[in-house]
């Protein structure tokens, strides 16, 4: 396998080769590559591939990783059950709110 075939972000299926044609276009903020390939948003939220996508932008601007700005974890969304949200709607119609 190629290197630049090597798959960085599982969830978005983001290649090395995408990401580093990214960066050779100038693109070398990471909050600004997320949105344009995409990164970090999948089930995983980034806990992949976000440290490989960081020192890949720290390579190409030639400064450590430590002195890039590290974007926060955003927990994923929970799946509520439909039985919840029918219980929930039902103990609401119950108290007269939507009778």
Known sequence: MREEDIVICRCEGITLSELRSALQEGITDFEELKRVLRFTMGPCQGRTCRDLVLKEIAQVRGIPIGELEVPVYRPPTTPV?????????????????HG
């Open 81 to 97: 059950k439909l039985g919840e949200l029918r219980d929930a709607y039902e103990r609401r119609r119950g108290d007269g709110e």
